[in-house]
Structure formats: C-alpha cells, structure tokens
C-alpha cells in the first residue's frame, strides 16, 4: 500500500500527531522528508501539516531544513493534571534520596504496555540516563515490574504474550519466570533489576499510593551494579515512597474537602 494510499483514510488530527509522534529522544530534529516516511504521509502533506504547527508554536524550525518540537507543545504538556501534582510532591523527596544516597532516583508511570520515566535526579557518572518522558520496557526494569505487578491481570496477561527482547545476557523474558517474578514484588513491595536492561545497571523501586491505595507510579534507585547491596537500598526507597505517597494523600484529601465545601455553598437552599 503507497503513503497516498495510507493518508487517505486518516483524519486531519490524526495526520497532526502522526507528524509529532515523528520525533523521538534519538531523533530530535528531522527534516520534511524524514517525517514523511515516518508518519507515512506524503511530503506535500507534511510540508503543509509542519507549516501549520510552526505558525502555532508546536514545532521549530531550526539548522535550515529541520525541525524539532517547539517550546508551545511543551508548555501545555506542563498543563496534564494527571501526574503535574505528582511530579511536584515527589520531587523534595527524590532530592532528599539522591543526596543521602549519592545515587540516581527516579519517578515513573505506567502507559499501556509501557513504562515513562516522569522525573529524575542524575548523578555525574550515572552511564544510563533516563531521559525525562522516555518509554522503557516493563519487563527489563525494577520501576517496569513495579508497575506491573499493580496493573490489571488483563494488562499482565498481554504483556507475557508478547515477544519480550532481551536486552542483556541477564534479561529475564521468560513469561513463566516474569509472571512469579512480578508476583513476588507485589508480596515484598518492591523490584530488583540487576543488569538487566544495561549490562553496567542495577535498579531497585516501590510503587506510590494514592489516597484510595492504588498505585499511581513507582520511585526508583538506579546506581552501577557493583554499588552496594540492592535490599538494604530498596529500604532507603521504601522510606521514601511512603513519605511521597503520604504527602499526596494528604494533598488529595485537602483538595477533595476543598470542593466538598465550595459545592455545599453553590448548593441551593
């Protein structure tokens, strides 16, 4: 089937974001042809889409012929109420984490069949960053399996019939052993990954709760796989995860009376 082929049953939204979702952490700047093969759209297609979206801001052009996102797209990806709330709690805590341990920290949720990491506080010689609003597997990490082993069975049970990669000789793909590995982090309350993603890493997390008790996102250590004892860390973030997961609790329930209030006043006599 030919890219002209392909357009013709997509909506104009659809085009747009196929045009944004171009881009990526490795690919930061493209050019109109780039994009075109990506979003599997003509060039003129895309040449008019790229036009609209840098007179709003959403992308830039930059170096002559390429472009990247634009500072208007992620200012009103600053605006998603769903973890903004959470990134600001977490963060005093994961500062407070990185400086008594000396090591990575990071925050991440779940989408899908995906993890995305939604913050981090890097050490100098960390050698695997996660870049803020990349996707990892769920598999391969300790914040993945966190996340897994607090969503639905009709999620884990996707998961474990895909074709898992093994990114490391140390990579633990296997659904049977995945899904008694999962299970066990969610008795112990939290994951070991241990060069399992990069040969070089070891990675310890704990879910956060909300103030119903379900798992909103996980907090992570990330430190070279020789660092240390990975238990004895994984109480250091389970201290943290409670205190964070305490905090938006109480920040839950004072915004939920807060509009208890205001809709008894509204309400009419």
Known sequence: MSVSQVSEDRSIIERTFSVLEAFNFQDRSLTVSDISQRACLPVATTYRIVTKLVSWGALERIEGSRYSIGLRLWEIALLAPRHSALRAVAMPYMLQLHARAGVSVTLAVRDELEGIWLEGVWTSEARCRGAVGNRFPLHATAAGRVLLAHASPETQEELYTRNLHAYTRWTQND?????????????????????????????????????????????????????????????LVLATAK???????????AEYGKKRRRSRQQAPL
């Open 175 to 235: 659904p049977l052993v995945l899904r008694a590995i999962v299970e066990q982090v969610k008795i112990s309350g939290y994951a070991i990954c241990d060069r399992e993603l990069s040969e070089s890493v070891c990675s310890v997390a704990t879910p956060i709760f909300d103030g119903d008790g379900a798992v909103i996102a996980a907090i992570g250590q990330v430190t070279e796989t020789e660092n240390g004892d990975a238990a004895q860390r994984a109480e």
């Open 243 to 253: 205190l964070i997961s305490e905090r938006f609790a109480a920040l839950h329930s």
